[in-house]
């Protein structure tokens, strides 16, 4: 009896899934469809949701933040005041997992639990945003990495002049955050390149005539490139608990900062500056948290 029962409900089971698999594909090939139809326009007006404060707005399940300002440096609006302006939305700036942090080599703990970065990215066309703050280059929808044993999904890149961590109190010249995002809890992992003057960086040569001087600007290209090419030959990280780096500071960030560097001549790195400034976070305070590296 209980077999039969068994049967009859695995065959529904079966059913539902033919049903189910049949469904998403035609959806999906609906979907290739209508790309194949609408050309370059439609990259405009992507609705997927990519600053980190939309990232995290997703995570509190709350619409995206307000449009408060927030500037660097020494200003009214600089990160000393971040976490009072805003009507409150920012207070989590004030909070005590924040990033980023100066790492002291000499204080990291070696885990034999930590595993290495897997990285899993695909090919994505080119879509540079200049949101006022950085550069963010967009990434098509479809690549992944595993980071200490967790899977994420790859949302965007974009950098900093100078770099927002630091190494033994040594800041260099700028460092890339690739955001991913945990597509069940919503929580996200950064990894943390840091650049070095030097030899010419042969993936930005090919972005730097068009990288959007204005806030606002946009640059679109079906060129296809993948963010591998940038990442240096060894990926071994230090890792730690920390927050997102701009306003609202939500800590909801377990970061990877790679040790390995690489590098940018001396005119790539400036002209990056001359658009966004300088656009790092002091270090924060480390609050007792510890930071960590594979043994
Ligand atoms: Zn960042």
Redo the contacts with the bound molecule.
């Keep these: 009896m209980k077999n039969t029962n068994l049967t009859v409900s695995t065959n529904r089971h079966v059913k539902i899934s033919i049903l189910v698999a049949l469904l998403f594909l035609s959806l999906s090939l609906l979907i290739s469809c209508n790309n194949e139809e609408v050309g370059i326009e439609t990259f405009e007006s992507n609705a997927i949701s990519t600053s ?1 404060m939309e990232l995290a707005s997703s995570y509190f399940g709350k619409a995206s933040a307000s449009d408060c300002n927030f500037e660097y440096g020494d200003d009214p609006q600089g990160p000393e005041f971040w976490s009072t302006l805003c009507n409150g939305a920012w207070v989590d700036c004030a909070g005590n997992v924040q990033s980023p942090i100066n790492i002291i080599t000499d204080s990291v703990i070696e885990d034999g639990d930590i595993n290495n970065i897997n990285i899993n990215y695909t090919e994505s066309k080119t879509d540079i945003f200049n949101n006022g703050h ?1 550069l963010q280059f967009t990434y098509d929808q479809g690549s992944s990495a595993s980071l200490n044993n967790i899977d994420y999904d790859l949302i965007q890149f ?3 002049t100078g770099s ?1 961590h630091t190494i033994n109190g040594k800041q260099y010249p700028m ?1 890339m ?1 690739l ?1 991913h995002q945990d597509p069940i809890t919503k929580l996200l992992g ?1 990894v943390g390149i840091f650049f070095e003057e030097g030899k010419k960086n042969e993936v930005l040569s090919k972005y730097l005539s068009v990288l959007p001087k204005e806030e606002g600007g946009q640059y679109v290209s079906r060129s296809k490139f993948k963010v591998e090419d940038l990442l240096p030959g060894n990926m071994e990280f230090y890792t730690y608990d920390g927050s ?3 306003p609202g500071c939500s800590e909801i960030v377990t970061w990877y900062v790679v040790k390995e560097s690489i590098t940018a001549s001396a005119e790539q790195l400036s002209r990056f500056e001359s658009i966004m400034h300088k656009n790092y976070r002091p270090v924060q305070d480390l609050n007792g948290r510890t930071v960590r590296t594979k043994s």
């Design positions: 980190e950085t974009h950098f900093h927002e460092e955050h955001v950064v997102l780096t701009t």
